[in-house]
């Protein structure tokens, strides 16, 4: 089996190649990202020497380069997570993430539909289905939840969404869905609310707060995101979407004082800082399908999963200090100095 996974350069890309090397080790696999900011080969060292790896640097956006690589690999599947992925930066710049998100998934379903492939799998969100309120807590995302987005980015993943349902339609493409919540773990680029907290307090830095913090996410550890997708490529069926989420939804606020426990650094630190534009509430995903037609469940707890994410930040600060005092510092001014 070959299989193409696109952005395995950045966060959940790179722990899935991780993940399937080790699932599959008769698996090829071929990691195609353009790095840009969030992408980082240093993320995929361990594996580079494999013999059944092999990484290409290209943008999904550019149709000669995808074509070359079909040409030349003929993959079976394709995991699509190459994206532009902060909803932050969309507010800011909504350009790329209609050109990657949209153009760059039509680019590789079109490839698909030229070579032959047995899956196309993408990799979206449950911020396509908006928000839900904070006073109804018995409500959740299901896959019948209608698509009714906030940000650029959103919009961008929906649109995407809507495409990859459309080839399946319209040209038969085999393809499925993911949507997830919120993932944590580690080579979570440090832009990100749970990297960038512990990267500020560990070196006694303010911790930004948008609004009251009282916004919910609901939390999963990186790796119970790979194995879903890793069932959802094998077992899910052909032009279905699957949520994945592990019913663990907790407050911006209470994350960021329990980073500063674990990491013994005092909640003065704690900064309120403007809101985010459009700032969604609440997510929650309801996983039922994924768990009773795939018998996915998410086996990390998040008491469990955070402490992981946080020595894995102390063990490895050689790869976030070099984002953190990098390109990323001029954006950091950008976002977070007068707000
Ligand atoms: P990330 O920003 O950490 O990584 C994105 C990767 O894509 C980087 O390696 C980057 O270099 C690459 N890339 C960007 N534009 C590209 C292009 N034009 N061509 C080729 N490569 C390109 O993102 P992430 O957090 O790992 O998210 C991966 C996917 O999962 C995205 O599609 C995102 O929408 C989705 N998702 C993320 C989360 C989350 O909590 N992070 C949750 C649900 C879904
Ligand atoms: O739900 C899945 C989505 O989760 C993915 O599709 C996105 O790619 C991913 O980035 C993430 O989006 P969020 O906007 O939820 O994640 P972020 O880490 O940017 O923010 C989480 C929450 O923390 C959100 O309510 C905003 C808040 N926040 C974030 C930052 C960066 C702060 O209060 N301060 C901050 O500095």
């Known amino acids: 089996m070959t299989v193409i996974v696109t952005g395995g350069a950045g966060f959940i890309g790179s722990n899935f190649i991780f993940y399937i090397l080790k699932k599959h080790p008769d698996y090829r696999i071929i990691c195609l990202d353009k790095l840009t900011y969030a992408g980082n080969l240093s993320t995929l060292k361990y594996v580079m020497d494999l013999p059944n790896f092999r990484f290409v ?23 699509n997570f190459a994206a532009e992925s902060h909803v932050d930066r969309s507010i800011e710049d909504p350009e790329v993430f209609l050109r990657t998100n949209v153009i760059g998934t039509s680019v590789l379903m079109d490839a698909c539909r030229k070579y032959g492939i047995i899956r196309y799998h993408q990799v979206s969100t449950d911020e396509v289905y908006g928000d839900l309120l904070l006073d109804r807590p018995e409500m959740f995302f299901t896959e019948t939840t209608p698509i009714h987005t906030s940000s650029p980015y959103s919009a961008s993943k929906a649109s995407a969404d809507l495409l990859v349902l459309a080839y399946h339609r319209t040209y038969g493409l085999p393809v499925t869905i993911s949507r997830c919540s919120n993932n944590y773990g580690p080579y979570h680029f440090p832009e990100k609310l749970i990297p960038l907290m512990i990267a500020n307090a560990l070196n006694d ?37 699957y949520n994945i989420g592990g ?19 005092p909640e003065s630190l704690i900064t309120y800082v403007t809101d985010r534009k459009g700032h969604d509430m609440r997510y929650a995903i ?22 992981k994410t946080i020595d894995w930040y102390l063990n490895n600060r050689d790869w976030w200090e070099e984002i953190i005092n990098g390109e990323y510092r001029n954006y950091y001014e950008k976002m977070y100095a007068n707000r």
Do not use: Q, S
């Open 57 to 79: 640097k290209a943008d999904i956006c550019d149709r000669e380069a995808v074509d070359k690589l079909f040409g030349e690999e003929k993959p079976d599947m394709v995991v």
């Open 247 to 265: 019913h663990n939804e907790m407050r911006n606020i209470d994350i960021v004082k329990l980073i500063c426990r674990e990491l013994n650094k």
């Open 205 to 241: 830095k303010p911790l930004p707060v948008y609004g009251k913090g009282e916004n919910v996410r609901d939390w999963l550890y990186v790796e119970d995101h790979c194995k879903a997708i890793d069932l959802i490529i094998h077992k899910g069926t052909v032009g279905e979407v």
């Open 286 to 307: 309801d996983p039922t399908k994924i768990h009773n037609e795939l018998g996915w469940l998410p086996e990390t707890k998040f008491a469990d999963g955070i402490k």
